[in-house]
């Protein structure tokens, strides 16, 4: 083979790594508003192994697919200024509250949708959640063969791949073949770099919404320019069935949410200087804590 | 039927801990919800693998013993869960949050449409009332976990679907014998009954098991940073500091997603848990997620330039200051003192 049909699986996730003090309203509920949205971490280490098989069979196609709100259109452009070749943004409120059961659902519909695809590859996990169970629960839904935690894609071939995976106490060299779904490690390299004439031209890639927020005529936008146009999928545009999706669809249900709240101990409070030092190590010698 | 399951993994013969952490707990469980301890072993050369398994509580063991069993597969494995599930119908089913468990489990949630929760760091009985519904759940499982960068602890259940499935890391629970001569009844599976012959189609070329050289887990003291710690140089410190007291030197996630340490040195939610004799704080400001991997450590010491670091909270002796200032005069003391 000579081309092969990707889709990258990809994530707009808050930044819970820069949670500041803010974060919280005062009823306890999270201020997203605050936080940062970035294209899933592992989700650029999955789109790099993407443009690695496309950078060695130039006419592979990769796709991004991603599902949440319209501003979520920002990581298909993001994926798009590195290398991608196109994308489509699922979203709908009929796939709020969905847990990683009923993603996987909508996901794994869109996929069967879009047809004919070689590889899938996702990143491991998301950080807002990290559960890790969106790809191999899409594999499941397309009956396909997953490959986790991939480091390495070592040498694809026809229809067949070989990939190095990165265990907990060890690594594994498997080979399968395709169709499947991969999940990419953290380990793997990092994703390259937004390309400037990519950027320059695909931060005008806009959905339909998008146009028709920012400019009362778009159609001549949208016609003229079929490459620039970010496919945007609701609920009607695949098919569903509305007990599988969003809350509804969901078999985990949130009981409840406790903010965190510290209950204090009887901390001992010392300074930095020498003496409160010593005492504390000559205490902890003495309860053999130490030495 | 409706019995409490643990998905047991297998390497090279043994009954992985994190497995045996689970089957203490389910057995914990099965007493509170009145009903059998289930368990299965699959791989190959199982024949006394009962052993270490049936004295943990373990009132039935189903073995999959096949050749083409071992090394764990996704697709094999699935299929001889799966298919079991459908005829024991195990009301809780709980796996390691390891390579294996997070492979395997999610892939059984979405064929058995059943909920599962990554990473308990709790696991409780409970009931519950759907006030939309006007019905009560009782005896539901609370899979309990920290969420969303570790400000808020969620309560998750799956009220309707069975079984309600959770993975759980290994060191959360705590491992225990319940008696070495339990009578456990062994059912031996019919592999070629619950596998296929097309699930076969992963050729592994090769595989490098080392356990990790670091071990932190078992270290009695451990000196941890955070990225507060401010640098990689700012870190050898800490193994200074480590090296004359015996220990071993952790680290927040934020340190090593900062490079500071390796992956294998992470502790808390989503790394190891611990639970040494004294654990040594270090520009560690203390997120639920960290908290969770170390806050049954006997004595905590907390050094932090922020007197409100979070931390402080659960220490027995909070410092305020730098790092870089306190660590040498700490050593500086034990030696002074030890002797």
């Given at each position: 083979m000579k081309a092969y049909n990707i889709i990258v699986l990809a994530k707009q996730v808050?930044?819970?790594?820069?949670?500041?003090?803010?974060?919280?309203k005062a009823d306890g509920t999270i201020n997203r508003a605050v936080l940062a949205a970035i294209f899933n971490p592992e989700d650029l280490n999955a789109l790099e192994q993407a443009l690695r098989i496309k950078d060695e069979f130039p006419e592979s196609k990769i796709n991004i697919l991603t599902m949440g709100p319209g501003r979520a259109a920002d990581i298909i452009r993001e994926g798009l200024y590195r290398g991608a070749d196109g994308g489509i943004l699922l979203t709908d409120r009929a796939f709020a509250g969905s847990d990683t059961l009923a993603t996987s659902y909508a996901i794994g519909q869109a996929l069967k949708k879009m047809g004919n695809i070689d590889i899938i590859i996702a990143g491991r996990q998301a950080i807002d959640g990290d559960t890790a169970q969106v790809g191999p629960q899409v594999a499941e839904k397309l009956n396909l063969l997953q490959i986790t935690y991939v480091e390495e894609i070592i040498e694809l071939k026809d229809k067949s791949i070989t990939v190095k995976r990165r265990l907990e106490n060890g690594v594994e060299t498997v080979k399968c073949p395709l169709p499947l779904v991969i999940t990419v490690n953290g380990s793997a390299p990092d994703c390259r770099a937004r390309n400037a004439k990519r950027l320059m031209k695909y931060k005008h890639a806009k959905t339909v919404t998008e146009l028709q927020k920012e400019n009362e005529d778009y159609t001549h936008l949208y016609n003229d320019r079929p490459d620039l146009n970010i496919q945007e999928w609701t609920v009607n545009d695949i098919e569903t069935e509305a007990s599988q999706l969003g809350l509804t669809g969901?078999?985990?249900?949130?009981?409840s949410i406790e903010n965190v709240v510290l209950q204090a101990k009887d901390s001992k409070v010392i300074s930095s200087s020498d003496s409160d030092i010593e005492e504390m190590m000559v205490e902890l010698l003495q309860s053999h804590t130490i030495g | 039927m409706n019995n409490v399951f643990v998905y047991c993994e297998i390497e090279e013969g043994h009954v992985a801990d994190v497995s045996q952490e689970l089957l203490t707990k389910g057995r914990s469980l099965a007493n509170e919800l009145n009903c059998k301890l289930e368990a299965i072993a699959v791989g190959h050369n199982l024949d006394s693998i009962g052993e270490q398994i049936i004295p943990y509580g373990v009132d039935t063991l189903y073995i999959a013993d096949d050749s083409r069993l071992y090394p764990y597969q996704t697709l094999p494995h699935t299929s001889i869960v799966v298919n079991l599930f459908k005829e024991t119908k195990p009301q809780i089913a709980l796996m390691g949050a390891s390579s294996i468990g997070r492979d395997l489990g999610p892939r059984v949630s979405s064929a058995l449409h059943s909920g599962l929760t990554a990473d308990c760091t709790s696991l409780v009985i409970g009931d519950h009332f759907d006030k939309k519904q006007d019905k009560n759940y009782e005896n539901l499982l609370y899979q309990i976990r920290p969420a969303f960068g570790g400000n808020i602890i969620a309560t998750i259940i799956n009220p309707d679907c069975r079984p309600q499935m959770a993975t759980v890391r290994e060191g959360v629970m705590k491992k225990e014998v319940l008696d070495p001569k339990y009578k456990g009844k062994i059912v031996k599976m019919d592999v070629a009954k619950y596998v296929n012959d097309e699930d076969f189609v992963v050729e592994i070329i090769e595989r490098h098991m080392e356990q990790s050289k670091v071990n932190v887990k078992g270290a009695p003291i451990i000196v941890a940073g955070g990225y507060g710690v401010g640098s990689k140089e700012n870190f050898k410190l800490l193994y200074d500091l480590a090296e004359v007291l015996g220990g071993e030197v952790g680290a927040s996630r934020a340190a090593v997603d900062s490079g500071y340490?390796?992956?294998?040195?992470q502790i808390g939610q989503t790394g190891i848990t611990v639970r040494p004799k004294l654990y040594i704080a270090c520009g560690i400001s203390g997120q639920i997620q960290h908290r969770a991997g170390m806050e049954e450590s006997a004595q905590i010491i907390a050094i932090n330039?922020?007197?409100?670091?979070?931390?402080n909270a659960i220490a027995d002796y909070v410092i305020t200051g730098d790092v870089a200032e306190i660590i040498p005069k700490m050593i500086k003391y034990y030696k002074k003192n030890s002797k």
């Open positions: 808050p930044d819970t790594r820069n949670v500041g003090k803010d974060a919280m969901s078999p985990t249900k949130v009981k | 340490a390796g992956h294998e040195r330039t922020d007197p409100e670091a979070p931390i």
